[in-house]
């Protein structure tokens, strides 16, 4: 069976643009979830997405979003970018709804800024 | 929201050598999620714990939940180079998880 596969897997941007970042569940799985990684901040949940319903949203700014399609993959969208966005940006899914399920990463998204 | 504390940071040990990582809460929890992350790697789930008391192992390490459900810790037997990495507790609370800081494991020869 496939692992959650993500691309890119590295990003160079300059700060005000936009950048988009996709995941791909593991077959059959219905959640997906993102987590932001920074050695600052370590590993911060961004949202978690299940049945093309954002069920819960962590604490950042309104210009990162997400959406999910009918077949669970799932986008995440960074607007007007920051240099403090530069992360590693990790998707994670599982069978079901977040809430005692393992969660199953992917190798993640290097997102720099310039 | 959920907040849990990981100590140590950092565990320098001394290949063959045994260590504990512990997770802390100020409130009772439902359950608690373990991961590893190698370097350079993603998180990997190991195991989860659900109820008071309860004691799991695999192969040489033991995760163990406390009685009041607030803590949590990993002891690691016999270490190995292939130990390195960052070991993260994670708890479910209002619908997110909450990773904790993670111990980060040096392995010397």
């Known amino acids: 069976k496939a692992g959650v596969t993500q691309t890119p897997r590295y990003l160079i941007k300059t700060r005000g643009q936009q950048v988009t970042l996709s995941c791909s569940p593991i077959s059959g799985h219905r959640s997906v979830s993102w987590y932001q990684q920074t050695p600052g901040q370590g590993l911060q949940f961004l949202f978690e997405?299940?049945?093309?319903?954002?069920?819960n949203k962590g604490n950042f700014p309104g210009r990162f979003s997400g959406r999910q399609f009918s077949n669970s993959r799932s986008e995440m969208n960074v607007s007007t970018l920051e240099l403090g966005d530069s992360a590693l940006y990790l998707c994670?899914?599982?069978?079901?709804?977040?809430?005692?399920?393992?969660?199953?990463f992917g190798d993640g998204t290097r997102l720099s800024i310039l | 929201g959920q907040q849990v504390m990981q100590i140590p940071q950092y565990q320098h040990v001394q290949e063959g050598e045994d260590f504990t990582t512990y997770c802390n809460s100020s409130t009772t929890l439902s359950n608690i999620q373990w991961y590893k992350q190698r370097p350079g790697g993603h998180p990997v789930f190991l195991i989860q714990l659900v109820k008071s008391g309860e004691v799991k192992k695999q192969k040489r390490l033991t995760f163990q939940f406390g009685e009041a459900k607030k803590n949590s810790s990993l002891h690691i037997t016999a270490t190995q180079t292939t130990d390195v990495g960052t070991y993260f507790c994670?708890?479910?609370?209002?619908?997110?998880?909450?990773f904790g800081a993670g111990t980060t494991v040096t392995v010397r020869a």
């Open positions: 997405y299940f049945s093309e319903t954002q069920r």
């Open positions: 994670a899914s599982s069978p079901g709804a977040l809430g005692g399920q393992p969660q199953h």
């Open positions: 994670a708890v479910y609370d209002d619908y997110k998880l909450s």
